[in-house]
C-alpha cells in the first residue's frame, strides 16, 4: 500500500475511533442487564466477610460478640467526621491476654490499625491524634472495648 | 406455670424461633437479623443442611436467618445475629435484646436458657424515620 | 449510651476511588456496590466489542464482578483497581473467545449490527443527516472490521483506542512487553483502516 494511500486512511480510521468511544460509551443499549448486577451483589451479600467475633461479654447465661468488621465500620463513621481524614483499610485484633474467662464489658483490649489518606495540606501529627482519641472513645461507647493500640499509617494524599 | 413438662412440649422450638426473631426485631437499634452464609445455604439448597442437622442431633433445633434455637429439658437456648443501628451502642442493643428475649421465653413456660448474641454489622439505618415501619422491611429485606 | 458522638454518614459518592476499593476490600458491600456501578457499563462494552454478543458479554461481565468480590482483599495497591478489573475481563473475554474457537469465529452482518448503531446518538454529526449518516456508516464499518481482527489484537486495540488504558497495563493484562502491544497497535490500526476503505 503506497504510503500516500495510508495516511488518509489512518486518519480517517482515528476519526471512526473517536466516534465509537463516544458514541458506545453514551450508548444506553450498551449497559448489562441489571440482573447482573443483582446477582453480583447476591453473591457477595451471602458471601460478605464479617472477619472474626470478638467476645465482648460472656456470662453463664450467653455471651455477645461483634464482629471485626462492624468495629471496622464504627471506626470509619467515627473517621468520616473529620475533615481532612478517609478511612481506608482496617485491621481489628483482640490485644494478647485478654482471649478468654468471663468478664464484665469494658475490660477487653483490642489493637487497631487503620490507614488512612488525608487531605493534602492536613496537619497530620495533629489529625491523627484527634483521629485515635475519637477511635477510643466510639469504640468504648458503642461497644465496651477498650482500644488499647491505635496504629494509624498515612498512606496516601487526595485532593480537595 | 412453668412447672407443666405437658406445656412445655407444646412450644416448639420454630415457635421460638419465631419470637425471638421478632422480638429482637422490635428492640430499639436492631436493624435487621443477620443470614448467616450457613443460613443462605440452607435457603438455596433446600434440606440438605438442615437434613443433616436433624439426623445429627436428638434436639430439637430450628434456624430461621440469623436465629438458631434448641429446645431440651423444657429450656430454651438461643443464638441470634443482628445488624444494629449506628446511632445505637451496639452492646446496649445486645445487652436489651438478651434481656427481652429472656423475658419472652419465660412467657411461653419455657426456662430461658444460653441467649447468645452476635453483632455482625453495625449500619446506619435506611431513611425511614418511623421505627414501626422499619420493621416488615427488616424482615422483608433478609427473606431472599 | 453514655457518650453520644455525632456519626457522620460519608456517601460512597464523596469518597475517592482508592477509599471506595479499600472499604470494599474490608467487606463493605455499599462501597462495592458503587464499584460495581461504576465499572459495569466500561466492562460491558469492552466484552461486547471483544465477543459481539450480548448474553456472552454479560457473561463476561458477572463473573468478572463476582471474582473482583473474592480476590478484592489480596488486591495489595488501591490505585491498581481499575488496571486489575480490565486485566479480568479481558482474560475473560479471551477465554470465551478461545471455547469458540472450536466453531468458525462468526462475523456479524452489517445489518445486525446497524440496530446498535440505530438507537444510538452521534455526537459531533451537527445535526446533518447526511453527515450523520456517513459517520453511523463509518462506525458501523469499524464495528466490523473489528471483529476480523485476532482476538488479542483486539483486545489491545479495544484496551488503547477505546477503554484508554495504559501500555504498561495492556501489556501487563495480555502478559507480553510493551513493545509487542505497540506492535500489534500497529497491525490492527492498518488492518482496520484497510478493512474499512472498501466502505469509501
Redesign the interface.
Known sequence: MALDETIPRLAKLAEATRTLRDNDAEDASLQPHHAVKDSVM?VAR??VR?GS?LP??QA????????E???T??IW?GADALPGVRARRCRVHPAPGTADGPRP?GTADISVSLRIAVASGTNIPRTAELLRQRIISMIT????LNAKAVNITVEDFYDV | MSDHPLEARLISHRLIADLAARTALDTRGVLRLEPT?KG?LTHLRTGTIQNLRRTDTRTTSARHDGVFVTVHNGIA??QLDIA?D???????V??AV?EQI?RTISHTGLI?????????????APTAPDPLSATPSAWNRHD? | ?NEREP?V?KRPDDLDEATLVARAQDGNLDAFEYLVKAYQGRLFRLAFRMLQDRGDAEDVVQDTLVACWRKLPLLIDVHAFSGWLYQMATNRCLDSLRRRSSHAEVVQEPATLQTTADSSTEPGAGGDPAREAEVSFEMDGLATALLTLPPEQRACWLLREIHERSYAEIATTLKVSEQTVRGRLARARAQLAEKMSPWH
Open positions: 447476591k451471602a458471601e464479617r467475633l465482648v461479654y453463664d447465661q450467653g455471651g455477645i460478640r461483634i464482629s468488621q462492624a468495629i465500620t464504627l463513621f464489658a461507647a458503642h461497644v465496651g | 452464609l443462605l437456648d438461643v444494629t449506628i446511632a445505637f451502642a451496639a452492646l446496649e445486645a445487652h438478651r429472656a430461658p436458657g444460653r441467649i447468645d448474641i452476635s453483632v455482625l454489622a453495625i449500619e446506619h431472599l | 449510651m456519626v454518614l
